[in-house]
């Protein structure tokens, strides 16, 4: 059970980039998720997958004696649904109905922001991932996660603001 749930049901075994396809599909999901008018499986599934990749990712490790294998991705999992969670609740209380194609879509920024963290690795994210064991396996993703969140948030502001009344 930690091995199906710390590759995410075996997407970490796809290649290459096994880190953004799980969340691809996570976002997939997600999309579907919302406009079968499940908005809040999102932040659910956030909690979810933190949990359990809490619980499965130091048994995967232990059991494989790996740092930090590629095939881990439940950390993914988990950032991104807290990063589409910024953009998907709002738009849930507004009442838009398609994620897919309104607000820009909603989920485009949180998707592009969480793989551009996950991989620059700045700051506080950059810390988590130097930490050795299953917390900082977690732990980087998640911080990269709430501030792809922020960085959705603050762009959707900018383009709501800004852009789309300059746009006319």
Sequence with gaps: MSRLIATF???????????????????ALAVVAYQAGWALAVPVGFVVATLTGFWAVPLYLRATGGEDPSEVVIDEVAGQLLA?????????QHGIANLATGAW?????????????????????????????????????????????????????????VVEPWLG
């Design 84 to 92: 589409l969670s910024f953009t998907v609740i709002p738009l849930w």
């Design 9 to 27: 049901f075996g997407a970490g075994f796809l290649r290459p980039a096994s880190g953004t396809w799980a969340s691809a599909i996570t976002v």
């Design 105 to 161: 879509p909603g989920w485009l920024g949180p998707f592009l922001l969480f793989r551009l963290f996950d991989i620059w690795k700045p700051w506080l994210v950059g810390r988590a991932d130097r930490m050795s064991g299953p917390a900082g396996v977690m732990l980087d993703d998640l911080w990269a996660g709430l501030f792809a969140g922020i960085g959705s948030v603050a762009l959707a502001g900018v383009y709501h603001g």
